[in-house]
Antibody, heavy 124, light 108 residues
């Protein structure tokens, strides 16, 4: 079964750090581009970060997290990570990892596999 | 940054009816638009990619159309399990990847 399982969320004080993990199974993880997407309580979806497949040499961030968050991957461990530093109250959200599927004939993308999410709460 | 505006914010319909959800982009995204469904307490699920292509396992009652700046998700013959929040997402000019604010489809 194709699956993504996030972990590492919790309660952290403003200015603190947290590292999220996403364990992949059921597919060849190294072949896929990956994303982190978050959802604040009662709000919509917000893309956070992207990492390319294989070596992960291409990385992008939303402006709201640039300079504070770092995405990485370990293909040997079939895992995706999000290191979050200098956390703010507005970072409070459920964080999802999502697999990118590129539909080659159309050059179109879709996030076709999602984890169940891990909750990050930033509060004093 | 491309802004996606979804309408209506809430749509109240009955099972068996047809739902029409709109997504408008602030500039052309060609056909690089996807639709997602999210139920309470669950992760989003990919419905449509490339504006009009159903993802694996998505029932035929879901269809997408449009290109450029105006897109539509149509759900024909609503089933009880279709009542959820729907998001559009663009991958034309990225980063950033952007989502619409969502349309809540509720039972009338």
């Amino acid at each position: 079964e194709v699956q993504l399982v996030e972990s590492g969320g919790g309660l952290v004080q403003p200015g603190g750090s947290l590292r999220l993990s996403c364990a992949a199974s059921g597919f060849t993880f190294s072949n896929y581009e990956m994303n982190w997407v978050r959802q604040a309580p009662g709000k919509g979806l917000e893309w956070v970060s992207y990492i390319s497949s294989s070596s992960g040499s291409t990385i992008y961030y939303a402006d709201s997290v640039k300079g504070r968050f770092t995405i990485s991957r370990d293909n040997a461990k079939n895992s995706l990570y999000l290191q979050m530093n200098s956390l703010r109250a507005e970072d409070t959200a459920v964080y999802y990892c999502a697999r990118d599927r590129k539909y080659q004939l159309l050059s179109a993308y879709g996030m076709d596999v999602w984890g169940q999410g891990t909750t990050v709460t930033v509060s004093s | 940054e491309i802004v996606l505006t979804q309408s209506p914010a809430t749509l109240s319909l009955s099972p068996g009816e047809r739902a029409t959800l709109s997504c408008r982009a602030s500039q052309s995204v060609s056909s690089y638009l996807a639709w997602y469904q999210q139920k309470p307490g669950q992760a989003p699920r990919l419905l449509i990619y490339g504006a009009s292509n159903r993802a694996t396992g998505i029932p035929a009652r879901f269809s997408g159309s449009g290109s450029g700046t105006d897109f539509t998700l149509t759900i024909s013959n609503l089933e009880p399990e279709d009542f959820a929040v729907y998001y559009c997402q663009q991958r034309s000019n990225w980063p950033p990847i952007t989502f619409g604010q969502g349309t809540r489809l509720e039972i009338k």
